[in-house]
């Protein structure tokens, strides 16, 4: 049967389409694999020392370790699902713990307790190892305004202690500064302070800089408040004979006006594209945007309805952009109110009340945003640590028969499409799939052996790109 369309009108069509296909996929190429952080720890910079990031790991396992001695304390201390038939006497939750650590992994899955036990024990690990995954030197609210000479002080030597982090191997994978916003009251200040930190740092690193360092600009309301930053950053890769576009940055939503501005459209991508590719993440102000929304403290929380609203805007605007989104911090820090040697029953019970309401929030808080899709928060003190990681592994291990099913389904489909050389262009889903078990990976949660049920190898997970698996796959058949 002879078509109607002619070959050459046909071609033209398409290729128009073609170009505006391939601008498409340039502005929205899908989830980067890039391994993203968990959650980012905020600390004011004159805290900031080399080994800050160890230290933290170790106020948190001595926190775990006070107020949940056990699996079966933690997942009655946040209620979990089923802790009521857990043993409550300590000689049986002891036998428990033997009974379970003496299975393979294979048979733990068929007790009723694994989830918890395996949880409970990644925990600890990931606290031992590598207790904070990003770090933000804060010189905004958690440093406040001081007199101009001590933030110099202060640039200076948190630079420094960086720089014997970095020589001592005690910093966390990912580190940054947040320097002061560039409104017009601070914007000379925070250049004065971005310009001391890196010259001092690399004076100090004879021009290296960390791995995955990051500078954060807060309060961004306006494109030029970006492109200024970048501007900046050009003038110090000169002076410092950095490779052009070695400095990246972070922005913050913390502002109703950087959700939508005075002509009634999302500013969120201009403000990206100010950037000029340097911008690698957009991080929420939980407290900052409540307030800028007329919210007054007492209800100032990641939970209230306007944080949802602003979350689903941003990904609106970002998603499937490869921007890395993160949500805000718990502000209900799990801290006990007595102190002391000899406390009473009554004191010790109130600490152990308070410190689990305080978990409770913050697991709440960290679960709904990861069922929201926002893999990243805030954390503000180490005693929030626990309970980030007992959210996260709980979100991933819960989820992961589910997201495994569906992902060697799109494996085999992948593959019968390999075969028969049909086009398979729907890679982006694929790596939506993929990336679900590499931040599991990357945080502990999940193992790399596990993820071969999958279908896939080991080298085309750490390949962490579906395309590349397609690829290689198509070339060997």
Not at 19 to 29: D, E, I
Not at 47 to 58: S, Y
């Amino acid at each position: 049967m002879q078509l109607a369309i002619a070959e050459n009108e046909k071609e033209q069509l398409l290729q128009v389409l073609q170009t505006a296909n391939l601008k498409f996929q340039q502005t929205y190429p899908g989830d980067k694999p890039d391994r993203q952080p968990i959650h980012t720890v905020y600390g004011g910079a004159n805290l900031f020392k080399a080994d800050t990031c160890i230290r933290m790991g170790d106020i948190a396992l001595k926190h775990l370790h006070t107020y949940a001695p056990d699996f079966v304390s933690l997942a009655k201390a946040l209620r979990l699902e089923g802790h009521e038939q857990l043993p409550q006497k300590e000689a049986a939750i002891s036998q428990l713990q033997e009974r379970l650590a003496l299975l393979t992994d294979k048979d733990r899955r068929q007790e009723p307790a694994w989830l918890y036990y395996t949880v409970y024990h990644k925990i600890i690990r990931k606290l031992s190892t590598e207790a904070v995954e990003d770090f933000r030197i804060d010189f905004e609210d958690g440093f406040g305004n001081r007199p101009d000479e001590e933030e110099d002080a202060t640039a200076v030597s948190a630079a420094r202690e960086l720089a014997l982090g970095m020589r001592q191997k005690t910093i966390s994978p990912f580190i940054g500064i947040r320097i002061k916003p560039f409104t017009e009251d601070l914007k000379y200040r925070s250049v004065r302070t971005l310009d001391l930190f890196l010259t001092t740092l690399l004076q100090e690193t004879r021009g290296v800089l960390p791995a995955n360092f990051v500078v954060m600009l807060p309060k961004v309301t306006i494109p030029e408040q970006v492109v200024t930053l970048v501007r900046l950053f050009e003038l110090l890769e000169k002076a410092h004979a950095l490779v052009p576009g070695s400095l990246k940055m972070e922005t913050m939503i913390e502002a109703t006006q950087i959700i939508m501005d005075d002509e009634g459209r999302n500013p969120l991508m201009r403000i990206i594209r100010a950037s000029e590719g340097r911008c690698i993440a957009a991080h929420f102000g939980t407290y900052d945007y409540t307030a800028s929304c007329g919210i007054t403290a007492k209800y100032q929380t990641m939970a209230h309805p306007v944080c949802d609203f602003a979350h689903h805007m941003t990904k609106v605007a970002l998603g499937s952009t490869g921007i890395f989104l993160s949500d805000g911090a718990t502000n209900v820090i799990p801290v006990a109110p007595h102190k002391g040697a000899h406390l009473s029953l009554a004191q010790l019970q109130e600490n152990a009340d308070t410190v689990h309401h305080a978990w409770r929030t913050g697991y709440g808080h960290t679960q709904h945003s990861l069922i929201n899709g926002f893999y990243q928060g805030w954390d503000l003190n180490p005693a929030q640590l626990p309970m980030r990681y007992a959210a996260t592994y709980l979100f991933f291990l819960s989820n992961y028969e589910d997201a495994l099913f569906r992902l060697k389904t799109f494996v085999e489909r992948a593959a019968i499409s390999t075969l028969t050389k049909d086009i398979f262009d729907d890679a982006a889903t694929g790596q939506g799939l993929l990336n679900f078990f590499l931040k599991g990976i990357n945080c502990g949660a999940i193992s790399e052996e596990e993820v071969l049920a999958t279908g896939l190898t080991l080298d085309e997970i750490r390949s962490r790109s579906f395309y590349r698996i397609l690829e290689g796959r198509r070339k060997r058949h």
